[in-house]
C-alpha cells in the first residue's frame, strides 16, 4: 500500500479512528533529510502493508497538524495507536530504528 497524504479533512477518518498502528513522517519538499527519508518509509508502507497504516504530513501545506504535534524540525516521526502518540523521532532514523518504533 502506497502512503497517504494525511490533511487535517482526513486525519480523524484515517489517524485517530484508525484499526492498526499509524506510522506519519512530517516532511517538507525543501528538506534534504526528509528526502533521504522517503525511501525508508515508502520500503515500510510496503513491507507493513495490511499490518500498519503509513501516512506523510506535508507541514508546509498542513500548518495546523504540525503545530498540533508541536514540531519543531523535520523529518519527524510518529507512531500512533488508538488514537495516541506512542513513539516520536526527529531526524533520519535507519528502517531498523523505525521499525522497532512500530513494535
Do not use: H
Request: glycine share 4%.
Amino acid at each position: 500500500m502506497k502512503e497517504i497524504n494525511i490533511t487535517k479533512d482526513n486525519f480523524e477518518s484515517e489517524v485517530l479512528n484508525s484499526d492498526k498502528p499509524v506510522l506519519l513522517d512530517l516532511w517538507a519538499s525543501w528538506c534534504g533529510p526528509c528526502r533521504m527519508l522517503a525511501p525508508i518509509v515508502s520500503q515500510i508502507a510496503e513491507e507493513y502493508d495490511g499490518k500498519v497504516k503509513v501516512g506523510k504530513i506535508n507541514v508546509d501545506d498542513e500548518m495546523e497538524l504540525a503545530q498540533a504535534f508541536n514540531v519543531s524540525s523535520i523529518p519527524m516521526l510518529v507512531v500512533m495507536k488508538d488514537g495516541k502518540v506512542t513513539q516520536t523521532s526527529v531526524g533520519v532514523r535507519p528502517k531498523a530504528q523505525i521499525e522497532a518504533m512500530l513494535k
